[in-house]
């Protein structure tokens, strides 16, 4: 099962930060911390991923706790294409397989204009 | 053209019918994955590949079968389906350390009479 917990669903005003949270209380001190987004229908997106330190990318920036204990995605001008599921999950890795990711059912962003 | 691809988009089956979803990536991704989504269970890990002939059972497995006799290609295979294996079906790549996480393809959607 995933390793982490989101809130079910969430409002954002379009052009306003939208600030998704994430816990993961029993974060192992190698496992990162990767967001991903699903627009209806589609397959899941990459958006940003980070293992202690904050993380910025054209897309969005990554808050990571000092105690890694938890996690925020901020989409800085949140738009009506952002109007999605995200994802928080913490990586497992596997020397023999490679990096699993194990989906929850994240936390839907709805913008609303 | 470049990516990763799944075939068919969308496919009926009856009860009982053997079925092979296709999926195919043009980089030469060691890692390969295939997934399920359900409403209320978010995305489970059917099965996943680290390189050519290399599998390993995910969280949800059972009636599934996979092959990798090539490293472009990762085939699922519903032996005798049933109708709670309908769902959307997505395939997933990455590269030998997944740093920047997977690549899904546009998802399969079987649904199963």
């Known amino acids: 099962d995933a390793k982490t917990t989101q809130p079910t669903s969430m409002d954002c005003a379009e052009g306003r930060a939208a600030n998704l949270p994430c816990n993961h209380s029993?974060?192992?001190?190698?496992?990162?911390v990767y967001w991903y987004r699903q627009i209806h229908s589609q397959g899941p997106q990459y958006i940003i991923h980070?293992?202690?330190n904050n993380e910025t990318n054209e897309m969005a920036s990554l808050i990571i706790t000092e105690d890694r204990k938890s996690s925020t995605l901020i989409l800085p001008h949140a738009t009506l294409r952002d109007t999605a599921v995200y994802y928080c999950?913490?990586?497992?890795?596997?020397?023999?397989?490679?990096?699993?990711?194990?989906f929850g059912t994240g936390t839907s962003l709805t913008v609303i204009p | 053209d470049a990516g990763i691809t799944q075939s068919p988009r969308y496919k009926i089956t009856e009860t009982g019918r053997q079925v092979t979803l296709m999926c195919h990536q043009t980089?030469?991704?060691?890692?390969m994955f295939w997934y399920r989504q359900d409403l209320g269970h978010g995305l489970r890990l059917i099965y996943y590949?680290?390189?050519?002939?290399?599998?390993d059972k995910g969280e949800v497995p059972d009636g599934y079968v996979v092959s990798r006799s090539k490293t472009e290609n990762f085939p699922l295979t519903l032996e005798s389906a049933t109708r709670s294996q309908t769902s959307v079906y997505f395939c997933?790549?990455?590269?030998?350390?997944?740093?920047?996480?997977?690549?899904f393809g546009s998802g399969t959607r079987l649904t199963v009479v």
């Open positions: 590949s680290a390189a050519a002939d290399i599998t």
């Open positions: 980070g293992l202690k």
């Open positions: 997933a790549s990455s590269g030998t350390s997944g740093g920047y996480g997977y690549t």
């Open positions: 999950i913490v990586r497992v890795a596997n020397q023999n397989t490679g990096n699993q990711f194990y």
């Open positions: 980089w030469s991704h060691s890692y």
């Open positions: 029993t974060i192992s001190g190698n496992e990162y």
